[in-house]
Each structure stands twice: as C-alpha cells, then as structure tokens.
C-alpha cells in the first residue's frame, strides 16, 4: 500500500502548511452560524402560529398558543430519545466490558 512513502510525507506536510485548511474556530464560526439560522426559524416559527389551541394530557387541560405546544412536544421527544440513546450506549459499554473481563 505504501508505494511511495516520500510523496505522502510531502502531501501531509502540504496539508498541515495550508493555511486555510479547517480548524477549530472555522468550525466554531459554522456552528454559530447553522445557530443562528436555527433561532431565527424558531422566531418565525412562534410568530407564524400564535393562534390559541386546546390541549388535553393526562387530565391536564389548557389553551397554549400552537407554536408553544408544539414546541413543547418537539422537546419532550427529543429527551426521551436522548434518555434512550445514554440508556443503551450504558449497556452496551457494560457489555464490551463484562466481555473483556472474561
């Protein structure tokens, strides 16, 4: 595989030399701004939907506006698909390590 050590050794030291290669704080600066496009939706969004709705769960009742109950909603889901992700990669590191002990 390694046919020509030399022109690979050139070619990262290429790499590393070029100043716009991608760092840190580009990326920092990328997600900053995917952020801010992100809230200014959200704005949009809570500003498009202000119409009251009713909303019954568990015998709780109330009449939020849609983009509050929605948004809501969106939250609680992505909790419990967080809480479920940590849940399953705990067991499976419990796993890989009563398999390594063995």
Do not use: C, K
């Not at 009449?63 to 419990?80: F, M, N, R, W, Y």
């Amino acid at each position: 595989m390694d046919d020509h050590p030399q022109e690979q050794s050139t070619e990262r030291r290429a790499v590393a030399d070029d100043p716009l290669r991608a760092s840190r704080t580009s990326r920092s600066w990328v997600y900053l701004v995917a952020l801010v496009v992100l809230l200014i939706l959200l704005v949009v969004f809570i500003a498009q939907n202000t119409q009251r709705v009713e909303v019954s769960f568990l015998g709780w009742n109330g009449q939020p506006p849609l983009s509050v109950a929605l948004l809501i909603a969106a939250v609680a889901g992505a909790a419990l698909a967080v809480i479920v992700a940590t849940l399953r990669i705990w067991q499976v590191r419990r796993r890989v390590r009563r398999t390594g002990r063995t």
